[in-house]
């Protein structure tokens, strides 16, 4: 739902995306006129490789979107989710460039679009506007950083707890959206394999599983399984853009 007119600096009449909702009255104030409600489902397609960038997605509530590299042997590899602390599309480059990655819709549900256009002309407009998304993609870098080294040195036990952490954290639920055939696919090895990793985690009693979905028992026992590459993540939103990303410290972010 969009936003009702600013005439009040409540940003809970805002979109419920809290980079947005980091924003000055101001600043937002640039952007307002030009948000456009959207109602995403999961698999949607956002951008393929080589399509041209000329919009600005940003999931809201309980909405994820994902960056998916394509490879030579046909297969998807996850390199990192982005939920209501974000946007994908645009956020570097002034647009009209063609994206690198497949970007799809993770978990369905209410996303704003913006032209990057419009983006663009009110970061030229607004220095305080162009630091903040500066400030954000900044973050998305370091994102991307962290992955490449959770990949690289962490087990696929770490990284399937840090995935399910993330998504719920981005969700404040839960249940996560996930069958066994798309974990082993972001995660890059067979369905066996992450058939096994579940199993291990059920008979913990950290997790169940339902149909085409895992319902968490001890998030913090699921916590203790994962790295900590969401807690770096996250301490560099903090000391980049404070309150943006989503925590318990920060109900209704």
């Not at 007119?5 to 995306?17: G, M, W």
Request: aromatic content about 8%.
């Amino acid at each position: 739902m969009l936003a009702q007119p600013l005439q009040k600096a409540d940003v809970r009449d805002r979109p419920f995306n809290n980079l947005l909702r980091r924003l000055s009255v101001g600043d937002f104030s640039l952007l307002e006129p030009y948000l456009q409600p959207e109602e995403a489902a999961a698999g949607e397609l956002l951008y393929n490789p080589g399509d041209d960038v000329q919009t600005v997605h940003f999931p809201c509530g309980p909405g994820l979107a994902t960056y998916m590299v394509p490879n030579e042997d046909g297969r998807d590899v996850e390199t990192i989710l982005v939920g209501r602390e974000g946007a994908v599309g645009g956020i570097v480059s002034e647009g009209y460039l063609p994206a690198y990655t497949r970007i799809m819709v993770k978990f369905g549900g209410p996303f704003v679009r913006l032209r990057v256009a419009r983006l663009e002309a009110a970061k030229l407009a607004s220095p305080t506007l162009r630091n903040v998304f500066a400030r954000y993609a900044d973050c998305m870098l370091a994102q991307m950083f962290q992955s490449t080294a959770c990949n690289a040195i962490h087990s696929i036990e770490q990284r399937t707890a840090k995935w399910i952490v993330s998504a719920m954290e981005r969700t404040d639920g839960d249940v996560v959206p996930l069958t066994h055939e798309q974990l082993a696919t972001l995660l890059g090895v067979g369905r066996s394999y992450a058939s096994r990793v579940i199993q291990t985690f059920k008979a913990e009693g950290v997790l169940e599983t339902r149909r085409g979905s895992i319902l968490v028992r001890n998030p913090d026992g699921l916590r203790l399984r994962a790295c900590l590459c969401n807690e770096a993540v996250k301490n560099h939103f903090e000391e980049v853009l404070r309150g943006v990303y989503p925590s318990e410290d920060t109900p209704g972010s």
